[in-house]
């Protein structure tokens, strides 16, 4: 697993790097909050390719089960992804989370790392 630490205004976070795998399956989320525990960040940057492919397939359940992890320990999560993702039942998905404070989606990364350093 391949990240970034990234610190801003005295907030860290972790952020997957732009183009590679991060999350393949769904007990990858539980690494990654292991390692979230080691940088002492609840804060998480990713990007579309970190995310499976099926991610945004609501009927897989992948979404679902990952972002149940993340919740459960705290972990706020930032996304990055385009709007060709934005469709369907993952783009109701989406704008339901806006009330939540562990998930939101951003199409551009300054808008995704200001959300999550706030």
């Known amino acids: 697993m391949q990240f970034h630490v990234r610190t801003k205004d005295l907030t860290t976070y972790l952020e997957g790097i ?3 795998p ?11 909050i292991a390692i979230c525990g080691e940088y002492e960040s609840q804060r998480l940057l990713l990007h579309r ?13 992948c979404a679902g089960h990952i972002l149940q992890k993340f ?7 930032a996304a990055v992804l385009p709007i ?14 806006k009330r939540n404070h562990y998930f939101r ?8 790392e200001a959300w999550l350093i706030q």
């Not at 039942?89 to 989370?97: D, I, N, P, V, Y």
């Not at 989606?105 to 995704?112: G, L």
């Open 49 to 61: 390719e970190n995310f499976p492919d099926n991610f945004s397939d609501l009927k897989t359940g």
């Open 18 to 20: 732009a183009g590679q």
């Open 105 to 112: 989606v951003f199409h551009s990364k300054e808008e995704a």
């Open 84 to 97: 060709t993702v934005m469709r369907g039942r993952f783009e109701e998905m989406a704008l339901e989370t």
């Open 71 to 77: 919740m459960n320990y705290q972990i706020k999560v």
């Open 22 to 32: 991060f999350i393949q399956q769904e007990h990858d989320a539980l690494d990654i």
